[in-house]
């Protein structure tokens, strides 16, 4: 078959902060993508160009760029497109997406942690496609990397993944990704590769190992829309990866659906990428992954191909969801009155804030456009939809879009999404990885035990750390990132991945203690949470816009208690040297939305507003959550 030799199509895959991103700026800065003029100015990790990916340091969407690597025997140079996919299972969507487009893999390993679970996942999408693997030993330079044991580790894991003969037989290259340097040849634990000042070895392992796309000729049009992206003046615009014939701008073309049916489009514009910029072409040939405008209702998985020949390639598959939660209107006595609830002082604020039921279904049904691991469903509320997801990290991460975009939204507890097998009702379970110290192991182990989790492996490097392997339902996870954090005194590092479903586990109980609940509206006074911090760990702020049925504070007891932290001291005319002591007041715990939304019980719900995250009960009226206690006591 006719080969392209100009062209390589290459992921970077890998857990999450082993170098992925790092190592793609290197390759950038070496092949020349930017000016002499520019290198001083282009930002660390500039493939993580959302604002969400720079705060929390993770890739949570695949991305395309392209190098031209001038070959050091002066041959024509060649394009190496690269995708830098997300190494968290959260994001599998994207992951699954990210290889569809290429014909081989970079696995990289960080030199002391080893394969983890997401090395995992990625790895086993990558030999379930019958892709090529390179693999990458990155951050060889760090004083605890045990680079020999880390290689025995991934063959392991191979192994363990059913690898074949062929895929097993892969070139290993050595990197230190932050200096821009690969070898060949393996360092010195803790060392920088010796033999090398740049990537050159990377490259040329790439260009070696890297399948050429091949194609048949005079083959019809056959083109794989792989992701979606907007823009102000072209509209819609679908990423795609030619597979057979040539795509040219202005070409009519036959646009087949996911449902079957076949329209023929024109396209308006052709894109291929340079570096970071996406630039204007004329045809785009097998292999080339290249952007397109013109089709304004495009989706993920659809495929443009020859009107007189239209064959559809096959749709992209993603796992099923395995997390669920209600998302809805803002239903709080403070909707639309901005983060201090009062509605003069955050006119300004509050302009264009979105609280419509309208508005949060036209924004979800916008997310599924590019999410192809999402799901929206009705629910009995016409104000409230449930979203499924791969994990509660993606529908978080969602939810905080939505909230810096100006959206009002009551969100549910996370619930697992179950099915039946055989008449049994069966729940998704996670594969739980932890690394914690010798001397938190015993904690570890007595909090996967209240959470229904089984050892399945436990090995010790000798070097103070304990790795530990747990299989436990995706329900015991929910909530459980702080607890453990807490018990290993903020030391331990757990990570998780999808493993399938197994029976229903039974009842789990997860969090011991009941919440403290304001049972009037008004403003926290600092006399109030002086006598009421004895009581449990409180949220607020003194001054803070409270209302009746609002969570304050965590309580001390596994009972919730009605409390009123509006309560001003009462003035008197006698002067006293105690007075007004308000020193002792201890600073409230503030609650992320990750936290929030793990803090939960089944009867509670977090309100998210721009300004502000708070936890409420889903029945704000104190009596009317009495009668219905006592009802279910009965």
């Known amino acids: 078959m006719p080969t392209r030799h100009d062209i390589r199509n290459v992921a970077i895959v890998a857990h999450v902060d082993h170098g ?16 002499a003029h520019q290198l001083e100015s282009v930002d660390d990790r500039v493939m993580d160009s959302n604002d969400l990916e720079r705060e929390k340091g993770i890739t949570i969407l695949a991305k395309n760029t392209a190098v031209k690597y001038h070959p050091k025997d002066g041959g024509d140079p060649i394009t ?5 996919t997300p190494g968290h299972a959260d994001f599998g969507g994207e992951v699954e997406r990210g290889l569809s487009m290429v014909d081989a ?5 960080d030199a002391s942690e080893g394969p983890l679970p997401q090395t995992r996942f990625v790895l086993r999408k990558a030999l379930q496609q019958r892709k090529p693997v390179i693999l990458c030993i990155n951050k060889t330079d760090r004083p605890d990397s045990r680079i020999d044991e880390v290689v ?10 059913d690898a074949d003969e062929d895929q097993i037989e892969f070139p290993i290259v050595y990197a230190c990704g932050r200096d821009g340097i690969a070898s060949l040849t393996k360092p010195e634990d803790g060392t920088v590769p010796a033999d090398s000042t740049n990537l050159e070895p990377f490259f040329s392992t790439i260009l070696e190992h890297v399948p050429a796309p091949t194609f048949e000729d005079d083959a019809p049009l056959q083109a794989h829309v792989t992701n979606l992206d907007a823009d102000n003046f072209l509209g819609r615009i679908a990423l795609l990866r030619v597979e057979q014939g040539e795509l040219r701008k202005g070409q009519t073309v036959a646009w087949i659906k996911r449902d079957g049916t ?6 308006t514009e052709l894109m291929m990428t340079e570096a970071l910029t996406r630039k204007p072409a004329e045809v785009a040939g097998p292999g080339d992954i290249c952007a397109v405008a013109g089709i304004p209702d495009i989706m993920i998985g659809e495929t443009l191909a020859d009107p007189e020949n239209p064959v559809a390639l096959p749709l992209i598959t993603v796992d099923e969801p395995a997390i669920s939660m209600t998302i809805g209107t803002n239903t709080s006595p403070l909707v639309g009155r901005g983060g201090t609830g009062k509605g003069a002082d955050a006119k300004s604020a509050v302009k264009d804030r979105k609280v419509t039921a309208r508005q949060v279904k036209d924004r979800l049904d916008r997310e599924l456009v590019g999410n192809v691991s999402l799901r929206v469903l009705d629910t009995e509320r016409p104000d409230a939809w449930e979203v499924q997801g791969r994990g509660e990290l993606a529908l978080a991460i969602l939810v905080e879009q939505m909230r810096r975009e100006g959206f009002e939204m009551t969100i549910g507890k996370p619930q697992v ?7 049994k009702t069966h729940e998704p379970v996670e594969r739980l990885t932890v690394d914690v110290p010798e001397e938190h192991m015993g904690a570890v182990t007595q ?8 050892m399945d492996n436990m090995s010790n490097h000798g070097s103070g750390w304990v790795r530990m392997e747990f299989v436990v339902p995706s329900r015991g996870l929910i909530g459980f990132r702080t607890e453990f954090l807490t018990n290993t005194r903020g030391t331990g590092i757990a990570h998780s991945i999808h493993e399938g479903h197994e029976p229903w586990f039974g009842e789990l109980k997860t969090r011991n203690n009941g919440s403290l609940v304001a049972d009037r509206a008004g403003a926290v006074t600092a006399f ?5 911090q004895e009581r449990g760990v409180l949220f607020t702020d003194p001054g803070t816009e409270v209302y009746e049925g609002m969570i304050v504070g965590e309580n001390s007891r596994a009972d919730d208690m009605d409390v009123n932290i509006t309560k001003e001291k009462k003035l008197t005319n006698m002067r006293s040297s105690s007075a007004d002591s308000f020193e002792a007041i201890v600073p409230p715990r503030k609650l992320s939305l990750e936290q929030s939304l793990e803090f939960c019980r089944d009867d509670e719900c977090v309100e998210v507003t721009p300004e502000a995250v708070r936890i409420r009960k889903v029945v704000l009226d104190q009596k009317e959550r009495g009668r219905t206690a006592s009802r279910a006591k009965r």
């Open 80 to 84: 190496i497109n690269i995708i830098d």
């Open 152 to 161: 025995n580790e991934t063959y392991d894991l191979f192994l363990d993944l």
């Open 528 to 532: 109030a949470m002086t006598n009421l």
């Open 105 to 109: 893999v970079v696995l990289l390993v």
């Open 20 to 35: 992925k991103t790092t190592i793609v700026d290197a390759m950038l800065k070496q092949a020349g993508a930017f000016a």
């Open 447 to 454: 909090l996967m035990g209240t959470r229904k989790g089984r």
């Open 262 to 267: 076949v329209s023929n489009v024109r396209i």
């Open 417 to 423: 999404v179950t099915k039946q097998v055989d008449g």
